[in-house]
């Protein structure tokens, strides 16, 4: 309970005449101090402000300016996906949970997921070649196959989707810049995984606070199933079947503040999806001020389809005052793989486990957090999945008996209230690629225009243990004939797309572009008789002259700062 509050309660129980929470005090009494003490369930155990979603995402014109309520009866549990995903809107349906005084409010969050990212036409789409300048004629005669070799070496082909980085300048017809588009498509996906998590930890607290829990006492915990079981409203209006519900407090921080760990398994059906999944979700969220506007924590979660078993949370390390190493994403430093990228966030499969975990930590002026997501086999055990010093995904164990499998996502963001500060984001479709595709994004006011800079590139991860956020340069001819990916010259160049809010439309327009290339190694095209390539199906008998590329240079141009990662308490 924090101070302000335990000083409103006693002046209320002096009003009214009878001591805290007692016998004689009258129903009404009771029911006012009880309101005033479950105050602090929301307000004390909840990261308000944190809203993992990109930063060029689209903002909604009323989002600045108008609360979000649902009070007035909602016509459905989860949202379409309609709702705006940008921080300030998510903020707001936040605020709507912790200060809800009806129980429909309470799931605020949960009515305002976003859908997964929508595919973008202007990155990574399939490109046809013929003529490639770096065929060599097999052994033994011309090549005529229109299909890749296994030794790729073929003149006429096909470079799959998902291998061509920024491909055009903006989404589609839309004046969307496509670095801005891509970001917020791959976010999306995620956030839709921590919002529900998120939304749903705070609803339980919410439905909590209403019923007049009152926090635990330290070293002690509440369980709060068969109070979600038995409210209608946690499924009506809030779309979830609850299995297992509970609030705990830890021993206090060696600085004296309170340690809460919420957790919530449930399960779902997230927008675009007709079956539901089953979700477990771990909060630990240490408030660094009596009235919670500064904070830190560690938001854990596994998510399965119904027909998998889900394991059981582990415990949140470092309860109290202790200070865990954090788990650093740390830098390769050499190159050798030869495996395939497909693109982020495949097709999640029935057997498997989707873990995601967010380190967080809010400052009188910054938002931090880091987030990590992957999938595993259906028989991974969580010790193999959550480091046990620091309780985050173990980005640096691929592959094997023992580490993810398909689809690491990896987040690293710090902004202020006026959106200007950094995100780097990285992912990685499978465990034996050996590299990582990279966005870093910064953004800042040139007056009062908030103007970004994104880049876009890929990184070493040769022993798929060591994904990085920094950008390493660029590889041009991913599944190209004969490419060279680890010694080719589009390590000396990067993309790199400038841009600006457009505060009316609410849309990140482009501003210049360092994106052009061709898919070589050299990422120029030479002249050659019939030489063609293009994201739409060509004829073979097209000409094309040579092609020199617009990329930036990575050793000039290439300027970004890393945000500090936040550790968990």
């Given at each position: 309970?924090?101070?302000?509050?335990?000083?409103?309660?006693?002046?209320?129980?002096?009003?009214?005449?009878?001591?805290?929470?007692?016998?004689?005090?009258?129903?009404?009494?009771?029911?006012?101090?009880?309101?005033?003490?479950?105050?602090?369930?929301?307000?004390?155990?909840?990261?308000?402000?944190?809203?993992?979603?990109?930063?060029?995402?689209?903002?909604?014109?009323?989002?600045?300016?108008?609360?979000?309520?649902?009070?007035?009866?909602?016509?459905?549990?989860?949202?379409?996906?309609?709702?705006?995903?940008?921080?300030?809107?998510?903020?707001?349906?936040?605020?709507?949970?912790?200060?809800?005084?009806?129980?429909?409010?309470?799931?605020?969050?949960?009515?305002?997921?976003?859908?997964?990212?929508?595919?973008?036409?202007?990155?990574?789409?399939?490109?046809?070649?013929?003529?490639?300048?770096?065929?060599?004629?097999?052994?033994?005669?011309?090549?005529?196959?229109?299909?890749?070799?296994?030794?790729?070496?073929?003149a006429?082909?096909?470079?799959?989707?998902?291998?061509?980085?920024?491909?055009?300048?903006?989404?589609?017809?839309?004046?969307?810049?496509?670095?801005?588009?891509?970001?917020?498509?791959?976010?999306?996906?995620?956030?839709?995984?921590?919002?529900m998590?998120?939304?749903?930890?705070?609803?339980?607290?919410?439905?909590?606070?209403?019923?007049?829990?009152?926090?635990?006492?330290?070293?002690?915990?509440?369980?709060?199933?068969?109070?979600?079981?038995?409210?209608?409203?946690?499924?009506?209006?809030?779309?979830?079947?609850?299995?297992?519900?509970?609030?705990?407090?830890?021993?206090?921080?060696?600085?004296?503040?309170?340690?809460?760990?919420?957790?919530?398994?449930?399960?779902?059906?997230?927008?675009?999806?007709?079956?539901?999944?089953t979700?477990?979700?771990?909060?630990?969220?240490?408030?660094?001020?009596?009235?919670?506007?500064?904070?830190?924590?560690?938001?854990?979660?596994?998510?399965?389809?119904?027909?998998t078993?889900?394991?059981?949370?582990?415990?949140?390390?470092?309860?109290?005052?202790d200070?865990?190493?954090?788990?650093?994403?740390?830098?390769?430093?050499?190159?050798?793989?030869?495996?395939?990228?497909?693109?982020?966030?495949?097709?999640?499969?029935?057997?498997?486990?989707e873990?995601?975990?967010?380190?967080?930590?809010?400052?009188?002026?910054?938002?931090?957090?880091?987030?990590?997501?992957?999938?595993?086999?259906?028989?991974?055990t969580?010790?193999?999945?959550f480091?046990?010093?620091?309780?985050?995904?173990?980005?640096?164990?691929?592959g094997?008996?023992?580490?993810?499998?398909?689809?690491?996502?990896?987040?690293?963001?710090?902004?202020?209230?006026?959106?200007v500060?950094?995100?780097?984001?990285?992912?990685?479709a499978?465990?034996?690629?050996?590299?990582?595709r990279?966005?870093?994004?910064?953004?800042?006011?040139?007056?009062?225009?908030?103007?970004?800079?994104?880049?876009?590139g890929?990184?070493?991860?040769?022993?798929?243990?060591?994904?990085?956020?920094?950008?390493?340069?660029?590889?041009?001819?991913?599944?190209?004939?004969?490419?060279?990916?680890?010694?080719?010259?589009?390590?000396?160049?990067?993309?790199?797309?400038?841009?600006?809010?457009?505060?009316?439309?609410?849309?990140?327009?482009?501003?210049?572009?360092?994106?052009?290339?061709?898919?070589?190694?050299?990422?120029?095209?030479?002249?050659?008789?019939?030489?063609?390539?293009?994201?739409?199906?060509?004829?073979?008998?097209?000409?094309?002259?040579?092609?020199?590329?617009?990329?930036?240079?990575?050793?000039?141009?290439?300027?970004?700062?890393?945000?500090?990662?936040?550790?968990?308490?």
């Open positions: 309970m924090s101070i302000k509050s335990r000083k409103i309660l006693e002046l209320a129980a002096l009003m009214t005449g009878c001591l805290l929470m007692v016998a004689s005090c009258s129903s009404e009494d009771t029911v006012s101090t009880t309101t005033i003490v479950s105050s602090d369930v929301t307000s004390q155990t909840i990261p308000s402000t944190l809203s993992v979603t990109s930063a060029t995402a689209q903002t909604s014109a009323a989002s600045a300016s108008v609360s979000y309520a649902v009070s007035n009866t909602p016509t459905y549990a989860v949202s379409d996906g309609t709702a705006a995903q940008d921080s300030a809107s998510k903020e707001e349906r936040m605020a709507t949970v912790t200060n809800a005084t009806v129980k429909s409010d309470c799931f605020a969050v949960l009515q305002g997921i976003g859908s997964p990212g929508d595919t973008i036409t202007c990155y990574g789409p399939g490109v046809y070649f013929t003529k490639h300048p770096d065929h060599t004629t097999p052994t033994g005669g011309a090549s005529t196959s229109t299909v890749k070799t296994a030794t790729g070496n073929v006429t082909g096909y470079m799959p989707q998902g291998d061509t980085g920024i491909w055009d300048s903006t989404e589609g017809t839309t004046d969307e810049a496509c670095s801005a588009a891509k970001l917020n498509s791959a976010v999306a996906s995620v956030a839709q995984k921590v919002d998590a998120l939304g749903a930890s705070a609803a339980m607290l919410c439905v909590a606070k209403l019923d007049g829990l009152t926090l635990p006492a330290a070293g002690t915990a509440t369980d709060l199933t068969a109070a979600m079981q038995a409210d209608p409203d946690v499924e009506t209006s809030g779309g979830m079947t609850v299995t297992d519900a509970s609030i705990a407090r830890g021993d206090d921080t060696t600085a004296g503040m309170p340690v809460y760990t919420s957790r919530i398994t449930f399960s779902m059906t997230p927008p675009g999806q007709t079956a539901a999944d979700l477990s979700v771990t909060l630990k969220h240490v408030p660094q001020d009596v009235d919670n506007t500064t904070y830190e924590g560690l938001m854990t979660m596994v998510r399965t389809k119904s027909s078993s889900l394991p059981a949370m582990p415990d949140p390390p470092g309860e109290g005052g200070t865990p190493t954090p788990n650093v994403v740390a830098r390769a430093t050499s190159a050798s793989p030869t495996q395939a990228i497909n693109g982020p966030n495949e097709a999640f499969s029935a057997g498997d486990i873990a995601i975990s967010v380190v967080y930590k809010q400052t009188s002026t910054t938002l931090s957090y880091k987030m990590a997501r992957a999938e595993y086999d259906s028989t991974q969580l010790t193999n999945i480091d046990t010093t620091t309780g985050e995904i173990q980005a640096d164990n691929a094997g008996t023992d580490g993810w499998s398909n689809n690491l996502n990896l987040l690293l963001s710090s902004m202020d209230s006026d959106g500060g950094f995100l780097a984001y990285a992912w990685q499978n465990s034996d690629d050996g590299y990582t990279n966005f870093n994004l910064s953004t800042e006011l040139d007056g009062t225009d908030l103007i970004g800079t994104a880049y876009f890929f990184a070493v991860n040769t022993d798929n243990a060591d994904p990085v956020f920094p950008i390493e340069g660029m590889i041009c001819s991913w599944a190209g004939p004969n490419n060279s990916k680890a010694s080719g010259t589009g390590w000396d160049y990067i993309q790199k797309q400038t841009m600006a809010l457009n505060t009316t439309t609410g849309i990140w327009e482009p501003l210049v572009d360092n994106i052009a290339f061709a898919p070589t190694d050299s990422c120029d095209w030479t002249n050659v008789t019939n030489s063609t390539y293009s994201s739409s199906k060509i004829s073979t008998a097209a000409t094309m002259g040579a092609v020199t590329n617009s990329l930036a240079t990575y050793s000039t141009d290439y300027s970004f700062t890393l945000p500090d990662e936040p550790t968990v308490p």
